[in-house]
């Protein structure tokens, strides 16, 4: 009977510990996904069309292609590559609102 309730106790801290990995793995998808919209968001601040749902699948010269085509006249005169530091500063500030507020 020992045997049993062993293996019973064994199965709970193993069910236990794959909902654990669940809601990880859940928190995970949030915070992936709170990432990609921040850099979507923060895209449409410096750009004429912000970047695409799937833009974390581009390659860096794809997005700086993207970058260079749709940045704002304000920018005319800069680099792809100075427009995207701002994007990122930007989505990081967004992501640093939001992490102040997920507590």
Do not use: C
Not at 9 to 15: R, Y
Not at 60 to 88: C, N, T
């Amino acid at each position: 009977m020992k045997k049993l309730s062993k293996t019973y106790k064994e199965l709970e801290d193993f069910d236990r510990l794959k909902a654990q990995d669940a809601n990880s793995m859940i928190d995970w998808m949030k915070k992936e996904k709170l990432k990609d919209e921040a850099y979507i968001r923060a895209s449409s601040h410096y750009l004429t069309e912000e970047y695409p749902a799937d833009w974390q699948d581009m390659t860096e010269e794809e997005l700086l292609k993207f970058i260079d085509e749709h940045r704002w006249e304000a920018f005319a005169g800069y680099g792809a590559v100075y427009v995207w530091e701002h994007i990122e500063t930007l989505a990081h500030s967004f992501l640093s609102f939001a992490r102040k507020y997920d507590q």
